[in-house]
């Protein structure tokens, strides 16, 4: 089944306590991206990627970072979460970007305390 | 730059009542529209898109968007809508050739019985 998997789906951290959430997905997609959902605000872009070693920020990139080693694999890491970066987050694919349709993960539920 | 508002938040209706979520974009190039839906405690999904060609776009469940140039425009548009489709719409744009979509904040459809 073409997926997009994201780990873990909920976590309750501590401020300051680095995090990874994996994305990985199965299309052969190129085009992958980070965004965060919180109320009133909806989707706002993180981080995306072009294709393997290319990336690049989105409108909210302050105080997270990724890495895209292998065209599967989208990791979004926070290195010192802190409170305001509690939210819904969502990894989603496409095979190029521009006019093809996003394919989302489910979401991950974060929250720092 | 592009931008998309989406001015109703919430959008109360009942069973079997027409709805229209509307969409409006800002942008200085072709663009390419889309509508998003997600359901409770799930992930986004496809439910129509315009990239050219006839303005009226049919998705799935029923729903269908138009395209208006001059008033900048992607209504989304239902005859009769079901319980089932309580949820929150987003509309999204991307404008040809760049690399990011942007998301509107999101509408919720609440279908009263």
């Known amino acids: 089944e073409a997926q997009v998997t994201q780990n873990p789906r909920y976590l309750i951290t501590v401020t300051g306590k680095k995090l990874t959430v994996t994305c990985s997905q199965n299309?052969?997609?190129?085009?992958m991206s980070w965004y965060r959902q919180d109320p009133g605000l909806g989707l706002r872009q993180i981080y995306y990627?072009?294709?393997?070693?290319?990336?690049d920020k989105g409108d909210v990139p302050e105080g997270y970072k990724v890495s895209r080693k292998e065209k599967r694999n989208f990791p979004l890491i926070l290195e010192s979460p802190s409170p305001n970066q509690t939210s819904l987050y969502f990894c989603?694919?496409?095979?190029?970007?521009?006019?093809?349709?996003?394919?989302f993960g489910a979401g991950s539920r974060l929250t720092v305390l | 730059a592009q931008s998309v508002t989406q001015l109703d938040s919430q959008v109360p209706v009942f069973e079997e009542a027409p709805v229209e979520l509307r969409c409006n974009y800002s942008?200085?190039?072709?663009?390419?529209l889309f509508w998003y839906v997600q359901y409770p405690n799930q992930g986004l999904q496809l439910l129509l898109k315009?990239?050219?060609?006839?303005?009226l776009v049919k998705g799935i469940n029923g729903f269908e968007a138009e395209f208006n140039k001059s008033q900048t425009s992607f209504h989304l548009r239902k005859p009769s809508v079901h319980i089932s489709d309580t949820a929150e719409y987003f509309c999204?744009?991307?404008?040809?050739?760049?690399?990011?979509?942007?998301f509107g904040t999101g509408t919720k459809l609440q279908v009263i019985p």
């Open positions: 989603a694919s496409s095979l190029t970007s521009g006019a093809n349709v996003l394919t």
């Open positions: 990627s072009m294709n393997v070693e290319v990336t």
């Open positions: 299309m052969n997609h190129e085009y």
């Open positions: 315009y990239l050219s060609g006839s303005t």
């Open positions: 942008s200085s190039v072709s663009v390419y």
């Open positions: 999204a744009l991307n404008s040809g050739g760049y690399q990011k979509v942007t």
